[in-house]
């Protein structure tokens, strides 16, 4: 059985009142009395006795965090910043993945009830906004992504759109004209891959390139066994692309992979982007030029939104919040 907040008093000469003191960070307690406490408690590995806590001020100082895919490196990385960032407001972020499911999402948003977290933040690929509006759990919740940009709900997103529009141009900006896709989602509407889609679309526009649906190609997951795949097709068409705009930094690599295998150079003979900025992209061989999302300024955000939906309640108007990115021009698209 672990330390009691009794134990800690004892091990430190000091009152229980004074130990609870320290544990919830009030400040008329002086430092060195402070010092004494934090000692004791960590000499007794003391752990803070979660229905107390809820029976004294309603918090359990912890929040959710749901993402389809642990494994995937964009969040992953993106979980650590939250992670991180969280330590700020004083809480412990528990991690979930949904796989994308609905089930898994309707399990999350309805069964992770307000008595265990303070708040949830999900990332959804499933649930449509009617579903999010009619939930019955009341616990405060923040969405990433797009994929329900108009719910009643506060939400953080990047400019998709704008980032495929940049990552197009500066293929262009090359002097590259037959410039593929990897990633469309014909299947789903709404959500990244339509996002990203159309800001492929507007950079060719602009140019000037006529728009050709036998380059865009699907891949019903985001991995680099997709891209592998997607890449060979494109390279057994009459007339191979000279750039491909991957829909993310897996399918890039493993369009990269095919083109290595193919004896096709990169940059020179095809130049590929990708879109996540994972710290993959900067280790592999060429290093891969992509879009970056600034994923320390979307935790941030979300973590502020959260917060402020904690303390104001369900009667505060619903927020945006959008994060920026930035071009990352590496080898993968290295001027000849």
């Known amino acids: 059985m672990g330390a009691s907040i009794k134990d800690v008093a004892l091990r430190a000469g000091v ?121 019955r759990d009341h616990t405060p919740l923040v969405l990433l992504g797009e994929r329900l940009a108009h719910a009643p709900v506060d939400h953080v997103s990047i400019d998709n759109v704008a980032g495929a529009t940049t990552a197009t141009a500066h293929l262009i900006a090359l002097g590259r004209r037959r410039i593929a896709a990897i990633g469309s989602q014909p299947h789903i509407s709404g959500g990244t891959a339509a996002l990203r889609l159309r800001g492929y679309r507007a950079a060719l526009r602009t140019a000037k390139i006529r728009y050709d649906a036998s380059i865009v190609i699907p891949a019903k997951s985001y991995h680099r066994a997709d891209g592998y795949a997607a890449m060979h097709a494109l390279l057994d068409l009459p007339a191979p692309p000279d750039a491909v705009f991957c829909f993310n930094d897996l399918l890039a690599i493993g369009a990269l992979r095919a083109l290595h295998e193919r004896g096709r150079q990169v940059p020179s003979e095809v130049a590929v982007i990708g879109f996540d900025g994972i710290e993959e992209g900067e280790f592999h061989t060429p290093t891969l030029s992509t879009i970056r999302p600034d994923k320390a300024e979307i935790a941030r955000l979300a973590l502020a939104l959260l917060e402020r939906r904690i303390t104001d309640g369900p009667a505060a108007s619903p927020r945006e919040g959008f994060a920026s990115f930035e071009l990352l021009a590496r080898q993968s698209t290295a001027r000849s």
Not at 58 to 72: D, F, H, N, Y
Not at 82 to 93: D, E, M, N, P, S
């Open 15 to 135: 009152s229980v009142k004074t130990v609870s003191n320290v544990i919830n960070d009030f400040q008329f307690v002086s430092d060195a009395t402070r010092a004494k406490v934090r000692a004791a408690l960590e000499e007794l590995d003391y752990r803070p006795n979660l229905s107390a806590r809820l029976l004294r001020g309603g918090r359990t100082g912890v929040v959710a965090l749901a993402v389809p895919e642990i494994s995937s490196p964009y969040f992953a990385e993106l979980a650590a910043q939250f992670v991180q960032q969280a330590k700020g407001h004083g809480w412990t972020v528990l991690v979930d993945e949904t796989q994308g499911a609905k089930d898994s999402e309707h399990v999350v948003l309805e069964g992770i009830k307000s008595h265990l977290i303070d708040g949830l933040i999900v990332s959804p690929l499933a649930l449509t906004a009617k579903e999010i509006d009619q939930r």
